[in-house]
């Protein structure tokens, strides 16, 4: 190709050159790049790990969808939260991280653990009580969290229990 390579921050089109006068690209009609140094730690957390916001209404003005980091340290339980109406989907990058959950569709209620390795992925539905613990008492277990909502809710929970359904 004969085209000139792009260089940090140029414009979203470096070889169409726009007018001087011409009002500043608005945020909804280019591509954003977010670096992994840059990621924004000023988000909804719970006790326990510590959650790092990538795509948000906030950093990119995403509408529809929230994407981040969770960080949980060696031998660490997260404290029992739910989404709110998001859905979320995990995907582990790093460690083996345990996602905690009640299951009530039997006779009684009961814990179940779902244990991972890098390359699983997880799917939370909306107002599912559930936490992440990290067993590992040497490695920090890494995720990355994708959430169709743009902003990260988090709801922190007294316990691991079951919702009523008029409160889902």
Do not use: C
């Not at 840059?38 to 790092?52: I, S």
């Not at 990290?134 to 743009?150: F, G, L, W």
């Not at 809710?153 to 691991?160: A, W």
């Not at 229990?161 to 008029?166: S, T």
Request: glycine share 8%.
């Amino acid at each position: 190709m004969s085209e000139p390579l792009t260089t940090p921050g140029e414009g979203f089109h470096p070889h169409l050159h726009d007018p001087q006068d011409r009002p500043a690209t608005p945020l909804r009609t280019r591509l954003h790049h977010v670096r992994a140094d840059a990621l924004d730690g000023d988000t909804a957390q719970t006790g326990g790990m510590r959650r790092f916001a990538a795509v948000s209404g906030r950093t990119v003005g995403s509408e529809k969808l929230w994407m981040g980091q969770t960080h949980v340290a060696p031998a660490t339980a997260s404290s029992d939260h739910h989404h709110g109406e998001s859905e979320t989907a995990i995907y582990i990058v790093s460690g083996h991280p345990e996602f905690v959950f009640l299951d009530d569709t039997g006779e009684r209620p009961e814990e179940v653990r779902l244990r991972t390795s890098p390359g699983d992925y997880i799917f939370v539905p909306p107002f599912v009580p559930h936490r992440e613990e990290n067993p590992d008492p040497d490695e920090e277990a890494v995720v990355v969290i994708a959430r169709s909502t743009q902003e990260a809710i988090v709801v922190n929970l007294p316990g691991l229990y079951a919702l009523p359904a008029d409160e889902a």
